[in-house]
């Protein structure tokens, strides 16, 4: 298994562009996350899915977008990119299970810089 | 408000000594809480998860302990090696909630 990939793996964006970060997985889990993480903070929950056509908004989801099509993909959309964007990107899924066996896994991240 | 609170900061120790991080919660209702360790570079590895009825669980040489009616966790390393440096991050989750609480990480640094 691949686990949970994420691409492109870099990124410079120009203020007012869009882009969409690509997160997939091989592992049949229902559930899958976008978090950023900025530097010195803790990761902050941008979007969540619990199966394929259903998505809800985290703690910041403001400028972004989601789309759960298919169980293995959850793409993320920036549509109008700002500087306040330049984060790391995390995205993580975790099997529909009983806590004890509910690890989520993670990518290895997109760095996007907006300038 | 949730919160999330990791103590210290930053930690540097010599190879092969023990350290113990610190994590101080708010979250309520409780669910679980998660320690997950962050290579530079890389996304979180889970180390251990806990419900309200276990107050200790070992993941080789990492062992955390929660005291939920304290709100407290703990994450101790035993016997540190080199290739223990990284980002330890707790993560607290509300019952009923797919919003994780994570604290800001203890950056801890082993030297040889």
């Known amino acids: 298994n691949a686990g949970v990939t994420q691409t492109p793996k870099f990124r410079i964006l120009k203020i007012g562009q869009s882009m969409t970060l690509q997160c997939a997985q091989d592992m049949n889990h229902n559930y899958m996350y976008w978090y950023r993480q900025d530097p010195g903070m803790g990761l902050k929950l941008i979007y969540y899915?619990?199966?394929?056509?259903?998505?809800d908004k985290g703690e910041v989801p403001n400028g972004y977008n989601v789309s759960r099509s298919t169980t293995e993909d959850f793409p993320l959309r920036l549509e109008l990119a700002a500087p306040s964007q330049t984060s790391v990107y995390f995205c993580a899924s975790r099997a529909e299970a009983g806590v004890s066996t509910d690890t989520q896994y993670f990518g290895p991240g997109t760095r996007l810089t907006v300038l | 408000k949730n919160q999330v609170e990791q103590s210290p900061q930053s930690l540097i120790i010599l190879e092969g000594k023990n350290c113990t991080l610190q994590?101080?919660?708010?979250?309520?209702?409780?669910?679980?809480l998660r320690w997950y360790k962050q290579d530079t570079g890389r996304g979180p590895v889970s180390l251990t998860i806990m419900t309200f009825s276990e107050n200790t669980k070992s993941n080789g040489r990492y062992t955390a302990t929660l005291d939920a009616d304290t709100k407290q966790s703990s994450l101790h390393i035993t016997a540190s090696q080199l290739s223990d440096s990284a980002s330890y991050i707790c993560v607290v989750v509300s019952g009923g909630s797919y919003i994780p609480t994570f604290g800001r990480g203890t950056s801890l640094i082993v030297h040889p």
């Open positions: 994590c101080n919660y708010t979250v309520s209702p409780f669910s679980n």
């Open positions: 899915s619990v199966g394929a056509g259903i998505t």
